[in-house]
């Protein structure tokens, strides 16, 4: 009976975020308007109100439509898909979202399949955010700032998908009572010990912070501790550049305070033939072989520091 | 000497040990609590060096003085490399620091074996007691367990870590004496078993717990947790003559017997000074890759070792040990996709375990056809004489084996010759 009054030829919709897509999508679905009618505008499109106006069929009286029943996977699914940046050649999120979504309602369970025309894109998207989210919670580095209220944390990093939230509840569980700000180019997020507190825009005053930190990384004596264990933990012997740059592709190298340190490493390694599993710096040092044991029992021990 | 001075002797001297995981750990918050650190059950990598292996955790020797002389490590006491010993409070320090910058998720502490093993085991303790109850520190702890320590011992320590490790270096009896005079392989297998009953024990209280959990929310009142992210252990790869189907049987018996959580593989690298009869060689890391994925297939795929190797000997280094595995048996192939048990499924080569449930749950909505291997991305030219779908037959089903073999590792001889 929904179709007795005849539906505009297309009508626009836009959103910011799922939430917005989401209320907009459910109306749409309720009044049965076909993916292809719709026009959908992103929040970061900077839409016009010209062409704002959503004007659907009112809902007859009497003929309240079905609800439209969506398993939490699924729901899951399509809020983390739309995490995903679009870009140039990629399809806008909105629309795909609602083609599933449509093709779901009417039954088509394979819609969302990994296997499916459409469903193969939604997972891919699922994949590439997930893995976004955790090189933040990975290759992010705090720089620490001594106040007159004590430690302070400050980060900047740049997320290639909507993971800015993901990441603040990760790291509000992580580090306890210190207070920390997170700067991205799309928000930013503080955590002052019991509670998380959104910007978008990025307050300027944070990404300045954040970005000088991050520039002056080796500032401080901990940063030359945490380079001298990439060193030593590193194996020359094995050296195996694809498998390194597949895992920690070089965009995030020049935010880390070991970033510069990678090509060197690599060209010592095939200079010295790789041949020894030694860093070769521990090599230089004195060395001290250790006597017998069974002299050694009745005797001081040789842990005395060297 | 300077806490960075150590810190350089002492990570070189620890990167021997291939195990850098920190998963498996129950879920701890520090929001809105004092001290520092998370675990969620997922590893973190922050890190690759230029050799590929991931940097999860702060994998430093207490010491590398020791009283034992094995003869692949080079921190034996006849050899001649720089020396040091980090105080309990320096390693306390380092891990704080690196954690709240965010370079590491957590602590695998190991150490040479000074003045006594007792003593040494309650050294590595001292470090974690000071982490978890000084510094309230929730973040992953991996302990190296050392086998001869006191089983008391043993016991305090699985209440600090997450995870505990005895190496067992070399899996034979007659590799063990050659090469490590010290060790004993029956201590290492009692130690394990130890710690298997431990965690055993631990896992079934926790899970008691979880049933009720309404009065025993309150973590005093909770059963003691026990290294909850259970053991693990390490072999040395081409440090002697033993073969890969004698290693994959003694992982294989690990696995099953003590009910360990990972057998880390670890090509032998030269190191300095190196003794008469070890390999000079450069790793074999190829064949190292081949024990990974066999292991693999153990835990993972309902493989068994003796299936992949039959006979002793090596893996094949040409071709993966499920792709040899497959043509070794044709007779069970091509697998019909749409009828075959997932199991069957599971061992067709070119299909990983996610794409065999993803099969499954496709076939309940419609039949599957060939383009949806497309569109799983499985590997194609693999799996292409072995899987018939409602569209598709291989055209090469009965090609013997041998010409088989040879078409498929044709294409890619670029990519072997990367490894």
């Known amino acids: ?306 | 000497m300077e806490l960075i001075d150590k810190l350089s002797i002492l990570a070189d001297a620890a990167k021997y040990d291939a195990s850098c995981a920190s998963s498996g750990a129950p879920k701890r918050s520090s929001r809105g609590k004092t001290g520092l650190g998370s675990s969620n059950g997922m590893g973190i990598c922050h890190s690759f060096t230029p050799d590929g292996r991931c940097v999860s955790l702060l994998k430093v020797l207490l010491t590398n003085f020791c009283l034992f002389d094995c003869q692949y490590c080079v921190n034996r006491r006849s050899s001649n490399v720089p020396r040091a010993r980090f105080t309990p409070e320096e390693v306390v320090r380092l891990t704080l620091s690196f954690y709240r910058r965010n370079t590491i998720s957590g602590l695998f502490l190991s150490s040479g074996i000074i003045r006594s093993s007792d003593y040494t085991m309650e050294q590595l303790i001292q470090v974690a007691r000071l982490l978890r109850e000084t510094h309230q520190f929730r973040g992953y702890i991996h302990l190296k367990a050392i086998p001869e320590a006191d089983p008391r011992l043993l016991e305090e320590a699985g209440r600090y870590a997450d995870r505990l490790s005895a190496n067992i270096e070399l899996p034979t009896l007659t590799g063990l004496k050659t090469l490590a005079p010290e060790k004993e392989l029956d201590t290492i297998h009692s130690a394990m078993s130890h710690m298997r009953q431990r965690i055993d024990a631990a896992n079934d209280d926790a899970e008691r717990d979880a049933k009720r959990l309404p009065r025993s929310a309150n973590p005093k009142r909770m059963a003691p947790r026990y290294a909850p992210g259970g053991q693990s252990t390490q072999m040395i790869v081409g440090a002697d003559a033993t073969d890969d189907r004698t290693i994959l049987q003694s992982a294989q018996h690990l696995y099953r017997d003590f009910r360990l959580k990972r057998v880390y593989y670890s090509a032998f690298s030269p190191i300095p000074e190196r003794p008469a009869g070890l390999p000079q060689a450069a790793p074999p890391l190829l064949r190292e890759h081949r024990l990974y994925q066999a292991d693999f297939l153990i835990r993972g795929y309902g493989f068994r070792a003796e299936e992949l190797l039959n006979a002793p000997g090596n893996l094949d280094l040409e071709i993966d040990p499920k792709l040899a595995w497959a043509l070794a048996h044709r007779d069970d192939f091509p697998v019909d996709l749409n009828r075959a048990e997932p199991a069957m499924i599971a061992r067709v080569p070119g299909i990983g375990l996610r794409s065999v449930q993803r099969l499954v749950d496709l076939r309940r909505l419609r039949r599957i056809r060939y383009q949806d291997l497309v569109a799983l991305r499985c590997r194609l030219e693999t799996l292409r004489p072995f899987v018939v779908t409602q569209d598709y037959r291989p055209t090469d089903a009965q090609r013997d084996s041998s010409r088989l073999r040879q078409s498929l590792t044709q294409p890619q001889p670029a990519q072997m010759a990367l490894w």
Not at chain 1, 151 to 173: S, T
């Open chain 1, 1 to 306: 009976m929904r179709n007795a009054s005849p539906l505009p030829p297309s009508c626009a919709a836009w959103a910011n975020d799922f939430d917005e897509w989401r209320a907009q999508a459910r109306r749409l679905l309720h009044a049965g308007v076909p993916p292809a009618s719709v026009t959908w505008h992103d929040g970061n499109d900077g839409h016009d109100d010209l062409f704002s106006s959503l004007e659907l069929p009112p809902t007859l009286p009497g003929s309240t439509p079905a609800a439209i029943r969506i398993g939490r996977d699924q729901l899951t699914l399509l809020g983390n898909a739309a995490r995903y940046r679009a870009d140039g050649h990629d399809q806008p999120r909105w629309p795909l979202l609602y083609r599933v979504l449509w093709r779901w309602a009417r039954g088509d369970a394979a819609a969302m399949h990994p296997a499916d025309r459409d469903g193969r894109v939604l997972h891919q998207r699922w994949h590439a955010v997930k893995r976004e989210a955790h090189h933040m919670h990975a290759f992010l580095r705090f720089h620490r700032r001594d106040e007159a209220r004590g430690e302070r944390y400050v980060a900047w990093f740049e997320p290639a998908h909507d993971v800015l939230d993901l990441a603040a509840e990760h790291f509000a569980d992580r580090m306890g009572g210190s207070r920390w700000i997170i700067a991205t180019p799309h928000g930013g997020v503080g955590w002052d010990g019991s509670a998380l507190d959104y910007r978008a825009p990025c307050p300027a005053a944070w990404t300045e912070e954040a970005r000088t930190a991050a520039e002056r990384a080796n500032a401080d004596e901990e940063h030359d501790l945490w380079r001298t264990y990439f060193v030593s933990t590193f194996n020359p012997a094995r050296l195996n550049h694809r498998v390194m740059t597949q895992h920690m592709p070089q965009r995030f190298w020049r935010h880390l305070s070991e970033g510069d340190l990678i090509p060197e490493l690599e060209a010592r390694a095939r200079h010295g033939g790789q041949r020894l599993a030694q860093e070769s710096s521990v090599g230089r040092r004195k060395g001290k072989a250790l006597p017998d044991a069974r002299t050694t029992l009745s005797q001081p021990s040789p842990d005395d520091e060297g």
